[in-house]
């Protein structure tokens, strides 16, 4: 690549840096906050929990963690409620594969997940609303979690009190940079998807953009997902929370097919491999979640190991064959070196915040650390990095096909092109008449008085004779689908349609062309033979062998050229008679 290139790579590169840290800045900040319109309040102090036989108090509930909440664990939260001058209040907070019950003064206000542990299906993570009577200030608030997973959760969300649209409005922003994140990553998976097959079979051949597009449309699902962003427009958390977990077990086999697709896998067989076991894994568990038989939930650690050990594995192999190809240099030239590069940067950036991500969570979850507040901030920071970089790849893809198509015009400019006339040579010509089909007109054409210019003024004449025919030939054929000369004072013109009106007009023009260049020039003489014949200008049985259509156009340009011939034994004797007056004059 050359060094202009090389630079143009490294500005874009440092700007889709840099555009991803001001997203982040930008998107991650609460500067730009609505505020509320009244207020809200953590309830951080003054709870209560009970868990079977123990019960203690605790300073502050975000902070709280316990043993991980196994199925059928039951744990209990009591408060006195504040006052808050709002009418009417709510109790907002997050539930994880667990029923709740919410009682203020003894008395049910709420309950969710009843009907999923009743048929014996997964409890869906909600955020739970919970309207509280108008009288609640200085009453027991009773929030009772029943857990029906192993491995449920163990810790607690913020449980706030204030107006239902503030806290969702509160919610929202908080989550502002996964859900303008995870909109983009969809929006641009489903266009590559749309604009795949074009990308595919017109331009570049790179299979890996489709899967790369797959791998952008799971990240934005999941992202959305697991931010609970579908809940905000939708109340079928039960659908949401399955295509949750189905996203995050596909994205590993999607970023390995990537790998494979771009041809950045030396070791095939043992990606395949790993590919078909994944593959298996997630058909598996989701048709096992969706006969109810074993809940998808249920295979998320045996996930999170697979995942970070193929994450491992991947970036690993990408490292070193980078390494590898700027150590030998021998870049395969039909492989776009930049472009795949950037996209594999960005690949490695987000399989590492991922693993960042899973390791968080399982520390937070079996350490006592509050899992239910982990996040995957690293994973969206990566996405976002990984969006970008695909954009950027399709960029470099632009430029390297146009630099590619540029090298093969001038290639076959210089394998194809007359250099004398700048026409296309007899190797183009034959080239096209081979493949030609349809409907077509082929003029065969005769320059006249090239030998005779040769002999007598000099081959430099000749060449302008052979130059000035070849200009004639493109003004008077300018929808001509070839020009070409092929060889000596032979040219052959090949018109895309079957018109005699329109090829006699053309051939009309060629001969006041012809007649006018003659008019001003006193030494070259410019005439010619043609003939012509089209498609449909033979028997049946013959229609379509452009050879043939161009074998009878030259025996007809060859019954002009006899005529011709006989004229320029008259232009001999004048030229004759010219050259002794001038010497009679001296």
């Not at 502002?176 to 074009?198: D, N, S």
């Not at 400019?413 to 190797?427: C, K, M, P, Q, W």
Request: charged residues 20%; negative net charge.
């Amino acid at each position: 690549m050359k060094i202009r290139t090389r630079m143009q790579a490294a500005v874009l590169s440092i700007l889709a840096i840099a555009i991803t840290a001001a997203a982040v800045i930008f998107l991650g900040g609460d500067k730009y906050n609505t505020p509320n319109r009244h207020p809200v309040v953590q309830l951080e102090e003054g709870w209560t929990i009970h868990r079977g036989d123990s019960t203690y108090s605790v300073d502050k509930l975000s902070t709280t963690s316990f043993d991980i909440m196994n199925k059928y664990d039951t744990i209990t939260l009591v408060n006195t409620l504040p006052h808050l001058d709002l009418k009417p209040a709510t109790i907002h907070f997050r539930s994880f594969l667990s029923t709740v019950d919410v009682y203020v003064d003894g008395k049910k206000i709420y309950s969710y997940g009843k009907e999923y542990a009743e048929k014996n299906k997964m409890i869906p993570k909600v955020q739970n609303y919970v309207p509280l009577p108008d009288n609640y200030a200085g009453k027991e608030i009773r929030i009772v979690f029943k857990s029906y997973e192993n491995n449920a959760f163990s810790g607690f969300t913020p449980i706030t009190l204030g107006d239902c649209e503030d806290i969702s409005m509160f919610l929202l922003q908080k989550h502002r940079l996964p859900l303008v994140v995870g909109v983009f990553m969809i929006v641009f998976g489903i266009l590559t998807l749309i604009l795949a097959p074009y990308i595919i079979f017109y331009n570049f051949h790179d299979y890996s953009i489709i899967f790369s597009a797959f791998v952008t449309l799971i990240l934005g699902i999941y992202v959305l997902c697991f931010n609970d962003l579908f809940s905000q427009i939708s109340d079928k958390v039960g659908i949401f929370s399955f295509i949750e977990y189905l996203a995050l077990f596909m994205i590993p086999g999607t970023i390995l097919a990537f790998v494979l697709a771009a041809n950045q896998l030396e070791q095939k067989y043992l990606g395949y491999i790993i590919l078909i076991f994944n593959a298996m894994f997630v058909f598996g568990t989701a048709i096992m979640h969706i006969l109810n038989i074993c809940h998808i939930c249920a295979f998320v650690s045996w996930l999170h190991i697979l995942s970070i050990i193929e994450g491992v594995l991947v970036i690993s192999i990408l490292i070193v064959n980078t390494v590898k190809k700027y150590i030998s240099n021998k870049e395969d030239l039909h492989k776009r070196f930049m472009s795949t590069n950037v996209l594999l940067f960005g690949l490695i950036v987000t399989l590492l915040f991922s693993i960042i991500d899973i390791v968080k969570y399982n520390v937070f979850k079996y350490f006592g650390m509050e899992d239910i507040n982990a996040d995957i901030d690293f994973m969206t920071v990566g996405a976002l990095l990984f969006s970008i970089c695909l954009l950027l790849n399709y960029f470099y893809h632009c430029i390297e096909y146009i630099s590619e198509e540029t090298v093969k015009k001038q290639l076959e400019g210089l394998a194809y092109t007359d250099a004398l006339t700048g026409l296309f040579n007899r190797t183009k010509c034959e080239l096209t008449l081979a493949g030609l089909k349809g409907k077509y007109t082929i003029i065969s054409f005769d320059l006249d008085y090239l030998k005779y210019t040769n002999d007598n003024y000099g081959h430099a004449a000749g060449d302008e004779l052979l130059n000035g025919f070849a200009d004639l030939l493109r003004q008077s054929f300018f929808d001509a689908a070839i020009i070409g000369r092929m060889g000596g004072d032979e040219f052959i013109v090949i018109l895309p349609y079957v018109d005699d009106n329109r090829t006699e007009n053309g051939l009309a023009l060629l001969t006041d062309l012809m007649i006018d260049k003659n008019e001003n020039e006193p030494v070259l003489r410019y005439s010619a033979s043609w003939g012509y014949a089209s498609s449909e200008s033979l028997k049946p049985k013959l229609t379509g062998n452009a050879q043939s259509v161009y074998l009878l156009a030259d025996k007809r340009m060859y019954t002009m050229k006899k005529i011709h011939h006989n004229e320029s034994l008259g232009r001999l004797y004048d030229d004759l008679m010219k050259n002794a007056a001038l010497k009679g004059g001296v």
